[in-house]
T-cell receptor, first 112, second 115 residues
């Protein structure tokens, strides 16, 4: 079945460090891929998305490239800030299905 | 910016009681969803709703669950007889169009605790 696997958390970094959160997927067909972020006490917010192979989604300094050959959609940011501390969820959407399939989430903490 | 809202933010209930979780989707959206996240686990799809009927549901969404759009703005999830294992964060989401490329917009969630 369709599934998403994210790197285990929690991840703790210092401010201005480089961030990578790995995400790989298994899907039938051609999924769309999403990163959602959940800040403390808030709901899930779309961070970025990519809808076809080799597309790059970007927002707020975060980037992720849809790699069909490695079935991956890793999240990266060149220089993290304390305000990036949150839980990050990778998700996929399958054409013809209603639901999103989520990874387990990765908690990120950035220390000043 | 329009957003999905949910009430209450927290609810505590006794096992066997009925609970209704409420959501107000974004006003021009046509597709509505409920998901849940048990503490420490993945966000799981429960049900999708379009044109006043369920369009897809998961194995979790058994006869104890129901959804309704009682008026033009609210979208509710009812759990008829809560169990301890229903304790979770429940998220409502909506989107304007069908299609895997379309973004689902989520509310802040309702944290349900069943004692």
């Amino acid at each position: 079945g369709d599934s998403v696997t994210q790197m285990e958390g929690p991840v703790t970094l210092s401010e201005e460090a480089f961030l990578t959160i790995n995400c790989t997927y298994t899907a039938t067909g051609y999924p769309s891929l999403f990163w959602y972020v959940q800040y403390p006490g808030e709901g899930l917010q779309l961070l970025l998305k990519a809808t076809k192979a080799d597309d790059k989604g970007s927002n707020k300094g975060f980037e992720a490239t849809y790699r069909k050959e490695t079935t991956s959609f890793h999240l990266e940011k060149g220089s993290v800030q304390v305000s990036d501390s949150a839980v990050y969820f990778c998700a996929l959407g399958i054409q013809g299905a209603q639901k999103l399939v989520f990874g387990q989430g990765t908690r990120l903490t950035i220390n000043p | 910016e329009p957003e999905v809202t949910q009430t209450p933010s927290h609810q505590v209930t006794q096992m066997g009681q009925e609970v209704i979780l409420r959501c107000v989707p974004i006003s021009n959206h046509l597709y509505f969803y409920w998901y849940r996240q048990i503490l420490g686990q993945k966000v799981e799809f429960l049900v999708s709703f379009y044109n006043n009927e369920i369009s897809e549901k998961s194995e979790i969404f058994d006869d104890q669950f129901s959804v309704e759009r009682p008026d033009g703005s609210n979208f509710t999830l009812k759990i008829r007889s809560t169990k301890l294992e229903d304790s979770a964060m429940y998220f409502c989401a909506s989107r304007i169009r069908q299609g895997a490329r379309e973004t689902q917009y989520f509310g802040p969630g309702t944290r349900l605790l069943v004692l």
